[in-house]
């Protein structure tokens, strides 16, 4: 048999990047409707969606508990989450809308105790560990969407097609967020647009 790289054939096509979920094991297959196991989903994501929260708070104790109160929501529904193609992509977007509600809670009790004179004791002080880091402290700066894309998209590496698919938005609409938050960061960073990609 002939080497195809000197009969002038094309080489082989390259395999389509691997579904994360494919080898996690199935609680039933009838047809072509499948559940997922919560328990394989929780150990193939659980990790991951700790890391982005993280990024996205700034805290490592308000991640762990986002993270768990997400996938306790989709344990609640794992019914119908269980049959979703990616049930990890669910539960990020649930984290990622816990994790805009605590900053925005957080914010307004801030207000509040500066309003009154006080001065806030609550700040979690691992935000100031995390807070050295330049990037995801200048990415906590931007607005709430950006902040969700940017994370996905270079703290998991995911596709624009990955990332419109986990927040449930137009890929055309990813690519702006990004475009948007590169030029945003660029300037408080200080660096070239064009080294952020």
Known sequence: MDDPTT??????????????HRDLPLVFEIGHGRTYAFDAVFRADHRAIVALVWALSGSRAVAEEITQEAFLKAHVRWDRIGRYDNPGAWVRRVAINLATSNRRRGQ??????????????????????????RFWSAVRTLPERQQAVVALHYLEDRSVVDVAEVLGIAEGTVKAHL????????ARLVIDPEDAR
Do not use: N, Y
């Not at 009969?7 to 994360?20: H, Q, R, Y």
């Not at 009790?109 to 880091?133: F, M, N, Q």
């Open 179 to 186: 475009h948007k938050a590169r030029a945003a960061l660029a």
């Open 7 to 20: 009969t002038g054939a094309p080489p082989p096509p390259l395999d389509p990047e691997p579904d994360p």
């Open 108 to 133: 307004a009790e801030e207000r509040a105790l500066g309003r009154i004179g006080g001065v806030s004791e609550a700040a979690d002080r691992t935000a100031d560990v995390v807070g050295a880091d």
